[in-house]
T-cell receptor, first 115, second 113 residues
Framework: NAGVTQTPKFRVLKTGQSMTLLCAQD?????MYWYRQDPGMGLRLIHY???????AKGEVPDGYNVSRLKKQNFLLGLESAAPSQTSVYFC??????????????FGSGTQLSVL | AQSVTQLGSHVSVSEGALVLLRCNYS??????LFWYVQYPNQGLQLLLK??????LVKGINGFEAEFKKSETSFHLTKPSAHMSDAAEYFC???????????FGEGTQLTVNP
C-alpha cells in the first residue's frame, strides 16, 4: 500500500515559472490537504478538499490554485512562482468526518526552491 | 478560531531523562488535540490524539499526553528519552468534527548520549 505519494520530490524554478505538484492517495480518502512547512512557522494550510470536485482556501492560499477532479488526486498549482514560495510542501489525506477518521496521513514532501 | 502555541522551539535532553514538550491551545469549542512527529526528510506521523474520551492519552513509542482544560494545555511526555526520539514534534488542534487541522510551530527534540 503506497499511502500518499507526492511528485516531484525536488524542484527548482525561476521566478515567474509555473508548475504543478501532484498528490495521489490510494486509501479512498475523502479529505485531502496541501500544507507548506517553513522554519519556525510549523505547517500552514494552503488549500484543502472535502471531496471530489470541491476545494476550499486555507490560511495561506494566495499565489496557489488547486483542483480535485478525481477523488484520489489533489493538484497544487503555482501560476507564477515567487521566491516567497520557496518551501517544503506536504500533502495529507484523511478518511473523512467522525472520531475514527481524524488521523492525517502525510506524503514525504516536495522541496521547492524559487530563484 | 483555533490555535496552538508550542513553548520552546528547541528542547535538549540526555538519553534516559524525562521528555516534556509543551503545548497550549485556544479553541472556541471543545477541541480535538493531536501530537505528530516528523523524522528527518519524512512526512508527519501521528503520535497520539485526544478526542474527548480519557484525559490521559497514550501513544506510540512510550509517549503520552494529558488534556487539562483548566490550563488549556496538552503537554507531551515520555519518562525516559531514547536516541531514536530525536525529531521534530508538532502539536495540532481541530474543532470537534472539523475538517481543518491547525499546527503549532514545532519543537525540535535533541537527545544527547
Amino acid at each position: 500500500n503506497a499511502g500518499v505519494t507526492q511528485t516531484p520530490k525536488f524542484r527548482v524554478l525561476k521566478t515567474g515559472q509555473s508548475m504543478t505538484l501532484l498528490c495521489a492517495q490510494d486509501m479512498n480518502h475523502e479529505y485531502m490537504y496541501w500544507y507548506r512547512q517553513d522554519p519556525g512557522m510549523g505547517l500552514r494550510l494552503i488549500h484543502y478538499s472535502v471531496g471530489e470536485g470541491t476545494t476550499a482556501k486555507g490560511e495561506v492560499p494566495d499565489g496557489y490554485n488547486v483542483s480535485r477532479l478525481k477523488k484520489q488526486n489533489f493538484l497544487l498549482g503555482l501560476e507564477s512562482a515567487a521566491p516567497s514560495q520557496t518551501s517544503v510542501y506536504f500533502c495529507a489525506s484523511r478518511a473523512g468526518r467522525g472520531l475514527s477518521n481524524e488521523k492525517l496521513f502525510f506524503g514525504s514532501g516536495t522541496q521547492l526552491s524559487v530563484l | 478560531a483555533q490555535s496552538v502555541t508550542q513553548l520552546g522551539s528547541h528542547v535538549s535532553v540526555s538519553e534516559g531523562a524525562l521528555v516534556l514538550l509543551r503545548c497550549n491551545y485556544s479553541s472556541s469549542v471543545p477541541p480535538y488535540l493531536f501530537w505528530y512527529v516528523q523524522y528527518p526528510n519524512q512526512g508527519l506521523q501521528l503520535l497520539l490524539k485526544y478526542t474527548s474520551a480519557a484525559t490521559l492519552v497514550k501513544g506510540i513509542n512510550g509517549f503520552e499526553a494529558e488534556f487539562k482544560k483548566s490550563e488549556t494545555s496538552f503537554h507531551l511526555t515520555k519518562p525516559s528519552a531514547h536516541m531514536s526520539d530525536a525529531a521534530e514534534y508538532f502539536c495540532a488542534v481541530s474543532e470537534s468534527s472539523g475538517s481543518r487541522l491547525t499546527f503549532g510551530e514545532g519543537t525540535q527534540l535533541t537527545v544527547n548520549p
